[in-house]
């Protein structure tokens, strides 16, 4: 009997799970000597460590077994109430702690939103580029992509209007990250908010807005959130503890008016992991239940990563060849060069060479099709490196082009 090979029966989906370019450079940089630029991670030392083995303490002395025991799918209440008071006074709207759903990672959010949106075959609106893990996530659902045209004030509102008017199949949802996006640093401007709000309910097209980064503005005034607009469409809001608190957390909150919308995310949580880790959002809650100091928490991290984000643009002037552009963010983690007639992913091979690595501009466009990007991290890396890095990515490029 001939012997079926393993990869058969595997379900279709998986044809699409491909190796995270990402994750994969992680690998590398646990090399000593190498500059990343190329993951997402946050600068750790400022993750507040000493708090954090207080607030542990704090939560066994109060808690005891509770917190160590399974809890309710949606989240330990103490932390739906603090997001709900949190965004409240953000955005100067109430929210309610019933909307609020804990998830392990804003990312299982994406890929719950994929199990309970999308069939095989169905479209997203994206913008060109995207973030890489939404894109990974909707992937193992079999979507495919409908793309948005961007420009320095993000999305292109007349863009998303042809797009729409013209998408065979209709859409799920329009996925974008509206401040200081992942990859390109780019901030949806305040015109364009409103103008993509009312499109969308034109069309009744759900909107996820993913908001990693809002809270780590460097300059500059905080722009309404999109589920701040009233509407008679659907907006689910995607928040994180990530990048103000510890990735390794994984505390993070969908936000979803819609009561049809909430019960089918917590269904299909309940069918992922039962609810996300209760220690964890206890220890969360008894560190940021004191916001005069979480604020001042995140004002530091924020602090630091606009002087990095400084050194790392004017490392870039200094340093690039004549024609290559770059953003420069005013928050969040991430800028993105540009360096016509360069291939990245061809770069990176000389580039790692000379000890600095990025992640390829390509893996960001869900067509694959833009290959003279690249999106440089400034969170991780310390002044003095990133300095560093970027006169190095600077031979790398003049030798590519020799
Ligand atoms: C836009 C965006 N969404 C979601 C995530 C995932 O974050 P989390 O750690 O909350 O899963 C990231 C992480 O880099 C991100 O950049």
Redesign the pocket.
């Known amino acids: 009997m001939a012997t079926i090979s393993r990869a058969a029966k595997f379900a279709e989906r998986t044809a699409r799970l491909r190796a995270s370019t990402i994750r994969e450079m992680l690998k590398v940089t646990q090399q000593p000597d190498i500059i990343s630029f190329g993951g997402?991670l946050p600068a750790p030392e400022l993750f507040p460590t000493a708090a954090i083995a207080q607030a542990a303490r704090a939560v066994m002395d109060r808690y005891g077994a509770a917190a160590l025991q399974y809890s309710v799918t949606e989240g330990i209440p103490e932390m739906r109430i603090w997001v709900a008071e949190r965004l409240t006074r953000r955005f100067g709207r109430i929210f309610d702690a019933e909307s609020v759903t804990i998830v392990?990672?804003?990312?299982?959010?994406?890929d719950l939103l994929g199990k309970v949106f999308l069939d095989p075959g169905d479209h997203v609106v994206m913008e060109d580029p995207s973030?890489l893990?939404?894109i990974q996530a909707f992937d193992a659902y079999q979507a495919r992509y409908l793309t948005v045209d961007t420009d320095e004030e993000g999305l292109i509102p007349e863009s998303l209007e042809r797009v729409l008017d013209r998408a065979d199949p209709f859409p799920k949802f329009l996925y974008l990250?509206p401040n200081f996006?992942?990859p390109t640093g780019r901030t949806l401007s305040r015109a364009r908010r409103e103008s993509v709000v009312r499109i969308c309910e034109s069309f009744d097209l759900p909107i996820v807005e993913?908001d990693?980064?809002g809270e780590l503005r460097f300059e500059g005034n905080d722009l309404p959130a999109l589920i701040t607009y009233p509407t008679s469409g659907a907006v689910i809001y995607?928040g994180?503890?990530?990048?103000i608190m510890a990735?390794g957390m994984?505390v993070?909150w969908l936000v979803i008016g819609d009561a049809e919308i909430r019960e089918k995310i917590v269904l299909a949580k309940q069918g992922a992991d039962l609810h996300s880790g209760t220690l964890a959002q206890y220890i969360f809650h008894e560190y940021a239940s004191d916001g005069e100091k979480f604020d001042a928490h995140v004002r530091r991290i924020a602090q630091t990563y606009a002087r990095r984000r400084d050194v790392m643009a004017d490392a870039l002037v200094e340093h690039m060849p004549e024609g290559v552009r770059s953003t420069r963010p005013s928050g969040g983690?991430f800028l993105w060069v540009t360096v016509p007639g360069v291939d990245t992913t061809e770069l990176l091979v000389i580039s790692a060479q000379s000890k600095v690595v990025f992640v390829p501009g390509v893996n960001f466009y869900p067509g694959r099709d833009v290959h003279d990007g690249m999106r440089l991290n400034f969170s991780n890396a310390s002044e003095k490196n990133i300095g560093l890095g970027v006169e190095r990515l600077g031979h790398a490029i003049r030798t590519y082009l020799r």
């Open positions: 997402g392990n990672g804003s990312q299982q959010g994406l973030y893990g939404a990250v996006a992942n993913d990693p980064y995607s994180t503890g990530s990048k990735p994984r993070a983690m």
